[in-house]
């Protein structure tokens, strides 16, 4: 598998094409549908309030849905974190370990607020997903200049490529150009959240994982 990697707001972000053939996919989406039939919003990502997502975190054991097999995607993540970290690391002696630790479901007006991961690492597996109506992670700046930078250079930000990463310093938010099995890994702590969603008659879902590091000693 290509795993790319990109500097967006100077952090490295892989993005790699799963191929759907390497994995159950159809069942995967179908489990996961029918938990959302269950409850749209299972499990609210905010405790005061519900932002119409059903997604699995710290609610994995809830009988209510169905356990979710992601046998067939271990090792294609593995493949993906080995390949990510031998770009980054200068050194072979590491430990990592990954989980699966969510899964979202989200249709119209779904979204998340900003965040981070508390990990070194994150990925996010679009498994379903249709470009023409749903919403990528959206990345948020982490500079102080870009709460003024449209004020201040007004006549520079119009021609700005804004589909070239290399530009992302001068946006507020980034969204990167996904599309459906496509997966991307990042530092967990790059800000990021997912806009209002708008589709009725598809389901974005993804699959999240977090990646942590440890030491070559570590037990």
Known sequence: MDLKIHQ??????????????????????????????????RNKWDKNYSLNIHHAYNDWQNPLYKQIDFKT???????????????????PNYQYEFEITNYTCMYKSGYMG??????????????????????????????????????????LLPVLNEKNSMNSWAFREWHWGIKEDDLIIHPG???????????????????????????????
Do not use: W
């Not at 053939?21 to 029918?34: G, M």
């Not at 990510?84 to 050194?91: E, G, M, S, V």
């Not at 690492?121 to 930078?149: E, G, M, N, R």
């Not at 702590?189 to 389901?203: A, C, F, G, P």
């Open 8 to 41: 967006i707001y100077g952090y490295p972000v892989g993005v790699v094409h799963l191929n759907k053939n390497l994995y159950n996919k159809k069942k995967i989406i179908k489990t996961i549908e029918d938990n959302f039939k269950i409850n749209k919003e």
């Open 73 to 91: 995607l271990i090792p294609l993540y593995h493949k993906v974190i080995k390949n990510y970290l031998k770009k980054l690391f200068k050194t």
């Open 114 to 155: 900003d965040h981070v991961h508390p990990c070194e690492f994150t990925i996010v597996h679009y498994i379903q997903f249709d470009p023409l109506c749903h919403k990528s992670t959206c990345f948020l700046s982490p500079y102080p200049h870009a709460a003024y930078f449209d004020q201040l250079n007004k006549n």
């Open 189 to 219: 702590l790059m800000r990021h959240k997912v806009n209002l969603q708008t589709s009725t008659n598809k389901n974005r879902i993804t699959i999240v994982s977090n990646v942590t590091i440890a030491g070559k000693d570590s037990k």
